[in-house]
């Protein structure tokens, strides 16, 4: 693959992008601060989650527990290992401590808990060495270790409230399923084995993964969203459709998070099987995007028309391919790379936003396929901020791993 497109070097676009992030992190932290943001309002800027529409948790609570709100944090830890700016830390910190009411109850955590500690606890915790985040991150892992189906051998995703959820990907029961997304939470699992060197939580990871290669990944390399079992025996059931299109389709988010996901299991495993996986995944996501102009389409079975993308798919591919080309050989580690280059740059030149007086960097997010009023289609969502960011930093040399 050539190393220059559109005129400028990818080493050119690089620079030039991590000096305009510079600007834009600066100013956004500067207005959000503790705040907690999922997506911009028509004012273009961030407001705080448990303050919008969000705010109202099927419990009856606030949205403090929201699945995504581990990702500012995340970027904040990031910008901090990269600048050195303590205000990044402060804000960083006032997040996570929000957070730390979420551990005090099982329900109002669920498979997602990893995104919500790895990227504030844990981050501060491998930055700082500060002792109560070590110890949000283990409670943390204590929690999603608890929701480990022993029969199925797998993590068990959503919570009981949230039941309901399940009619709208073809019913069944809730209890018994698993989904693609948990494989970028279980690195929380394997970090709370390496911190306490007590093996069970890994052992469960690494079972859960297995199970997703059985039953998740597909011979193409594709990925089902949702596999059901029945909860009491754990026998596989039927594969539900979840975010994506339909049943058997192939939502491109969760086509991210295996790709990255299993890129992690093999660092810290060391399992070739899991490394092979995530390049069977990552070369299904790769010829995907490569016919549709680098970008990545909210699922790569849709049809034809609407042509709708998502901008976060892409930033978490990205990061898989390159946390891939750090496991193979250079001349292997070049193609990674190379289309993690084309990726960014395609979804900069589309969906970016550098002014640094409005909140969040890329827009083009969408949820799900399906969205009968359009508000969470081709929008900003603040984890494709934090994969993208992630990305520039780890070509610049400058990231923090948070995983």
């Given at each position: 693959m050539e190393e220059k497109t559109a005129g400028r070097s990818n080493q050119e676009w690089?620079?030039?992008?991590?000096?305009?992030?510079?600007?834009?992190m600066k100013a956004e932290c500067a207005r959000v601060g503790t705040n907690i943001p999922y997506t911009t309002g028509k004012d273009g800027k961030y407001h705080d989650i448990t303050e919008t529409r969000w705010g109202q948790a099927p419990d009856?609570?606030?949205?403090?527990?929201?699945?995504t709100n581990g990702f500012w944090?995340?970027?904040?830890?990031?910008?901090?290992?990269?600048?050195?700016?303590?205000?990044?830390?402060?804000?960083?910190?006032g997040v996570e401590e929000r957070l730390d009411v979420l551990l005090r109850s099982a329900e109002t955590v669920d498979h997602d808990v990893g995104f919500l500690f790895l990227l504030s606890s844990v981050a501060n915790y491998r930055k700082t060495?500060?002792?109560?985040?070590?110890?949000?991150?283990?409670?943390?892992?204590?929690?999603?270790?608890?929701?480990?189906?022993?029969?199925?051998?797998?993590?068990?995703?959503?919570?009981?409230?949230?039941?309901?959820?399940?009619?709208?990907f073809g019913g069944g029961d809730i209890r018994g399923w698993m989904i693609i997304d948990c494989m970028m939470n279980i690195p929380l699992l394997y970090w709370a084995s390496?911190?306490?060197?007590?093996?069970?939580?890994?052992?469960?990871?690494?079972?859960?993964?297995?199970?997703?290669?059985?039953?998740v990944v597909r011979p193409d390399g594709s990925c089902n969203h949702i596999v059901a079992f029945d909860p009491d025996s754990g026998q596989y059931l039927t594969n539900p459709g979840g975010q994506g299109y339909r049943q058997g389709s192939s939502w491109s988010r969760g086509q991210s998070w295996a790709v990255y996901g299993f890129a992690l299991s093999y660092r810290h495993m060391g399992d070739e099987s899991f490394l092979n996986t995530a390049k069977q995944c990552a070369h299904y996501c790769i010829a995907n995007m490569a016919v549709h102009d680098w970008l990545p389409l909210v699922d790569y079975r849709q049809p034809a028309s609407p042509l709708k993308y998502d901008s976060t798919a892409a930033m978490c591919t990205a990061c898989g391919l390159l946390e891939i080309a750090g496991h193979v050989e250079e001349n292997e580690a070049r193609f990674y790379t190379e289309a993690a280059y084309r990726i960014l740059r395609a979804c900069d030149a589309k969906f970016?936003?550098?002014?640094?007086?409005?909140?969040?960097?890329?827009?083009?997010?969408?949820?799900?396929?399906?969205d009968p009023d359009g508000t969470n289609t081709e929008v900003p969502i603040i984890y494709g901020d934090y994969y993208f960011i992630e990305a520039i930093l780890r070509l610049k040399g400058k990231a923090l791993f948070e995983w």
């Open positions: 690089l620079d030039e992008t991590y000096d305009k992030l510079l600007v834009k009856g609570g606030t949205h403090v527990g929201f699945w944090p995340g970027m904040l830890w990031q910008m901090y290992e990269a600048t050195g700016d303590e205000e990044y830390k402060k804000a960083a910190v060495g500060d002792k109560e985040a070590r110890r949000r991150g283990l409670l943390g892992a204590s929690l999603l270790a608890s929701r480990y189906n022993l029969d199925g051998k797998f993590i068990r995703a959503w919570p009981d409230h949230m039941s309901k959820m399940a009619e709208n390496e911190e306490t060197k007590d093996p069970r939580f890994k052992k469960i990871a690494i079972n859960h993964a297995k199970t997703a290669q059985e039953y970016a936003d550098w002014d640094p007086e409005k909140d969040a960097i890329t827009t083009g997010g969408t949820f799900f396929y399906h």
